[in-house]
Nanobody, 123 residues
Framework: VQLQASGGGLAQAGGSLRISCLAS????????MAWFRQAPGKERELVTS????????YYIDTVKGRFTISRDNAKNTMYLQMNSLKPEDTAVYYC?????????????????WGQGTQVTVSS
């Protein structure tokens, strides 16, 4: 599948943003999906992942309780709701898919990538 992320932008600390990832060229019904991010000067990291039917999610500790991953398979779309944003959340956010698994918390299994969307949080 091809992935396209959208919805990034500028938010103040404490604010919210929602980013989306639209898939095309195939169905996402049976595959694991995730959001990664890469901050300036840092390596890309797995932020959160979700299983094929949306019933299981994984979050890194730094976003637990603030970010919520979800998916609408009928719309071939995944979302990331980001609340209580912090300046350290500033990064390019990438959506990713792992067609070999229905769920994965392993960053190395994701092999389809969107182009990234910039999220900037000001203090």
């Amino acid at each position: 599948v091809q992935l396209q992320a959208s919805g990034g932008g500028l938010a103040q600390a404490g604010g919210s943003l929602r980013i989306s990832c639209l898939a095309s060229g195939g169905t996402i019904n049976y595959i694991a999906m995730a959001w990664f991010r890469q901050a300036p000067g840092k390596e890309r990291e797995l932020v959160t992942s979700i299983n094929s039917n949306g019933g299981m999610q994984y979050y890194i500790d730094t976003v637990k309780g603030r970010f919520t991953i979800s998916r609408d398979n009928a719309k071939n779309t995944m979302y990331l709701q980001m609340n209580s944003l912090k300046p350290e959340d500033t990064a390019v956010y990438y959506c990713a898919a792992d067609a070999s698994h229905s769920y994965s918390e392993d960053a190395t299994t994701y092999n389809s990538w969107g182009q990234g969307t910039q999220v900037t949080v000001s203090s």
